[in-house]
């Protein structure tokens, strides 16, 4: 496995480290990074990180294409590498995929997990016409010399497919999903006391454009209208946020309804999960039908807990549906969000809160059966 070595430590086994500028400039710069900080806590909005966003195309990565390049052809001049698998996002990844290709023609396998130009992560994309028409020319040029490509939901395959037709036969699903050794099945909390409302991971950290803001809105109204919420509702939230949004919720923190627990280790989140009687999923809305799914969700449903799932319309509406996963509430709708906290609340007194997805529904996202799908993949490329 080749990486930066902008995060992680020369102590993780099996991993190389290809020099990136970014790395450099943390470890000056950056007061957290120096000292071993999670990489939430690294990552500062400033002057730099915003020119370097807009200016380096397709991605602040590309500063450490040259060296990851020549680590890579390092490697495998030795002969033991059988195939070229690069994963996105960072879209320089797949740039360095292209070059491998020309320099060594192994089968490449270019694992596109989300969208790169139809459902864009990258914000500059959607500002940036000129930019978002140079970056589908990369795109294409990698989709056309792949020898696969792996995207992560039927939704970006489908586009795919009709965008780059004569690519259609090369174009695989192979979803994000769990690990079920991770979860060990446990019954919901009892109903009484509170509503207890856990969310893991972070919002604007993630995404820029995902906000909790509509979700604290719903809940000042909730208290405005009847103080006793602070009483019905208790919102757990799991993960680092920024400063903007731990500002936006220390009304609720000081009413008791929302409890910042902040970073913690994966095993703390996953025991959070089980202690709560509701999962949070927020996703930012788009002006398109969103095409990606958070991999949230997939830990979700191994917790087996209903999800409150505010996102736009698109893959996260549609497997929450498809699945009877719980409730899908569009993100920016403050008064349907309330609604919906309220029905939450109504089931939870009656005891009617229930999830539950079919075990053989399941298993389609356990880790061994995907890993399974993408080994086929690789062994058939291997094998031609």
Same mark, same amino acid.
């Given at each position: 496995?080749?990486?930066?070595?902008?995060?992680?430590?020369?102590?993780?086994?099996?991993?190389?480290?290809?020099?990136?500028?970014?790395?450099?400039?943390?470890?000056?710069?950056?007061?957290?990074?120096?000292?071993?900080?999670?990489?939430?806590?690294?990552?500062?909005?400033?002057?730099?990180?915003?020119?370097?966003?807009?200016?380096?195309?397709?991605?602040?990565?590309?500063?450490?294409?040259?060296?990851?390049?020549?680590?890579?052809?390092?490697?495998?001049?030795?002969?033991?590498?059988?195939?070229?698998?690069?994963?996105?996002?960072?879209?320089?990844?797949?740039?360095?995929?292209?070059?491998?290709?020309?320099?060594?023609?192994?089968?490449?396998?270019?694992?596109?997990?989300?969208?790169?130009?139809?459902?864009?992560?990258?914000?500059?994309?959607?500002?940036?016409?000129?930019?978002?028409?140079?970056?589908?020319?990369?795109?294409?040029?990698?989709?056309?010399?792949?020898?696969?490509?792996?995207?992560?939901?039927?939704?970006?395959?489908?586009?795919?497919?009709?965008?780059?037709?004569e690519a259609a036969p090369r174009i695989e699903v192979v979803t994000n999903g769990f690990e079920p050794a991770d979860f060990t099945r446990t019954a919901p909390p009892p109903p009484g006391g509170a509503l207890r409302i856990a969310h893991t991971g972070s919002f604007s950290l993630s995404h820029p454009q995902r906000? $909790?803001?509509?979700?604290? *809105? &719903?809940?000042? @109204?909730? %208290?405005?209208?009847?103080? +006793?919420?602070? =009483? !019905?509702?208790? /919102?757990?939230?799991?993960?680092?946020?920024?400063?903007?949004?731990?500002?936006?919720?220390?009304?609720?923190v000081a009413a008791g309804v929302v409890h910042l627990a902040g970073s913690q280790e994966r095993s703390a989140a996953l025991a959070c999960q089980q202690r709560a009687h509701v999962l949070l999923l927020v996703d930012h809305p788009r002006p398109w039908p969103a095409t990606n799914v958070p991999g949230k969700l997939?830990?979700?449903?191994?917790?087996?807990?209903?999800?409150?799932?505010?996102?736009?319309?698109?893959?996260?509406?549609?497997?929450?549906?498809?699945?009877?996963?719980?409730?899908?509430? $569009?993100?920016?709708?403050? *008064? &349907?969000?309330? @609604?919906? %906290?309220?029905?939450?609340? +109504?089931?939870? =007194? !009656?005891?009617? /809160?229930?999830?539950?997805?079919?075990?053989?529904?399941?298993?389609?996202?356990?880790?061994?059966?995907?890993?399974?799908?993408?080994?086929?993949?690789?062994?058939?490329?291997?094998?031609?």
């Amino acid at each position: 496995m080749l990486t930066t070595s902008a995060f992680g430590g020369a102590s993780e086994e099996g991993i190389l480290r290809a020099w990136e500028p970014l790395a450099t400039y943390r470890w000056l710069f950056n007061r957290e990074a120096r000292a071993g900080a999670p990489s939430t806590a690294r990552t500062r909005p400033g002057l730099l990180r915003r020119i370097g966003r807009r200016c380096l195309v397709p991605d602040v990565q590309i500063t450490w294409l040259p060296s990851a390049l020549w680590q890579a052809l390092r490697t495998l001049g030795d002969g033991k590498c059988d195939l070229i698998y690069p994963s996105f996002p960072p879209a320089s990844a797949h740039l360095l995929g292209l070059l491998l290709k020309e320099y060594t023609d192994l089968p490449w396998v270019a694992d596109f997990r989300d969208s790169w130009i139809c459902d864009p992560l990258d914000p500059e994309l959607v500002a940036n016409p000129r930019r978002s028409a140079f970056e589908a020319r990369l795109e294409e040029a990698v989709i056309r010399a792949a020898d696969a490509v792996v995207v992560a939901t039927t939704a970006v395959a489908a586009h795919l497919r009709r965008t780059y037709p004569e690519a259609a036969p090369r174009i695989e699903v192979v979803t994000n999903g769990f690990e079920p050794a991770d979860f060990t099945r446990t019954a919901p909390p009892p109903p009484g006391g509170a509503l207890r409302i856990a969310h893991t991971g972070s919002f604007s950290l993630s995404h820029p454009q995902r906000t $909790p803001r509509p979700l604290f *809105a &719903a809940l000042e @109204a909730l %208290l405005a209208a009847d103080a +006793d919420w602070a =009483q !019905r509702l208790h /919102l757990e939230l799991v993960g680092a946020l920024s400063p903007e949004e731990e500002r936006a919720a220390q009304a609720l923190v000081a009413a008791g309804v929302v409890h910042l627990a902040g970073s913690q280790e994966r095993s703390a989140a996953l025991a959070c999960q089980q202690r709560a009687h509701v999962l949070l999923l927020v996703d930012h809305p788009r002006p398109w039908p969103a095409t990606n799914v958070p991999g949230k969700l997939y830990e979700y449903m191994a917790a087996e807990r209903p999800v409150l799932a505010l996102a736009g319309t698109g893959m996260v509406e549609r497997l929450v549906r498809e699945l009877d996963l719980g409730i899908f509430v $569009p993100a920016d709708d403050p *008064a &349907a969000i309330g @609604a919906a %906290l309220e029905l939450l609340h +109504d089931r939870f =007194q !009656r005891g009617a /809160l229930a999830a539950r997805v079919e075990p053989r529904v399941l298993r389609r996202y356990h880790r061994r059966e995907l890993t399974r799908e993408l080994a086929r993949i690789f062994d058939g490329l291997v094998a031609a």
